[in-house]
DNA sequence: CATTATCTTGCATAATTATGCAAATTTAAA
DNA sequence: TTTAAATTTGCATAATTATGCAAGATAATG
């Protein structure tokens, strides 16, 4: 059987088409499904598939159940993520960035998960984001920070 | 030791704090930096909290780290306004309050109905609400009333 | 108060997930 | 094709997390 790439891909996405249909709360569970479907792995592989897909086991009040962990994909965005950007600004207390429409959700997460201590907050519109810097005496230390985790040059 | 439920509140807040601040990659190291704080609890009940606090381990590429799970199952939080929320800081100008994924208009809502003197207003996002004070002059005060408001010691 | 019910926690361990290593397979290179 | 390098996988087990149970603590009730 020539191809591995492709056997793998074609796993992955049952792995993911069942993780978005069905409550599951196991990996042995899991294995049960991909075999009924024709895919017979271990539980070992069926680790390492999951955490390579980022879908994660999340508690609830009847058990647990997989999901695709949503924060995983935005690392995938962020080659572009300076393509979304229109400008950054700032005045004396405030750093305003504005993006393409319906983009600045997306960029603003970015930031947030960066935990930077140079940054209190976010908040975001459709197309600006607001972001509160911790003060308002360094303000160019913070404008430099937003670059660099924007990958902006 | 009366008043058992602030014990408990106080120590989900420093979980809340921890986990926001740094990158912890399981509950062995989790209970270190409880320790470090004050905070004596075994594993069991460290786990019991994070599934209760809806903190869940993702993967990453260089191991794993807790996060707090957007869209976690809020119905149990409703009811305590002080659980929603992670963090409350601030600088010069202006109050920056962190809550749960998509807790903030709801927090922010409380705030805004208070009528309180000491705030012009707010503007909240999904997970960050900021609060315009009266004054830059005593932001301090308008803190603890923000803390007042929401019932948070 | 006294009594009962509810809640919280630790202990010990079960349940579940992750991973080092070696074998097998696939891909790349010569 | 042969050889070498890289990738994938299973096995066994380590590492980590969840939980039944009992004891103690707290809250509720009369």
Redesign the pocket.
Known sequence: ?????Q??QS?HALIKELVSKQEI????Q?QKLLKLNGI??????L?????ELGII?V?APN??F?KINTAGDQSVLRSRLSEEIISIDHNETLIVIRTFPGRAQGVAIVLDQSNSTELLGTVAGDDTIIVIPRSNKNIKKSLENIKIILGIN
Chains 1, 2 share one sequence.
Do not use: H, V, W
């Not at 059987?1 to 790439?5: A, G, L, P, R, V």
């Not at 017979?40 to 592989?45: D, V």
């Not at 680790?47 to 955490?51: A, E, F, P, Y």
């Open positions: 059987m020539s191809n591995k790439i056997e793998i796993r709360s196991n990996q042995a899991f017979k792995i271990t539980q070992a592989t680790s390492r598939d999951l955490n086991r508690p058990g647990f997989y």
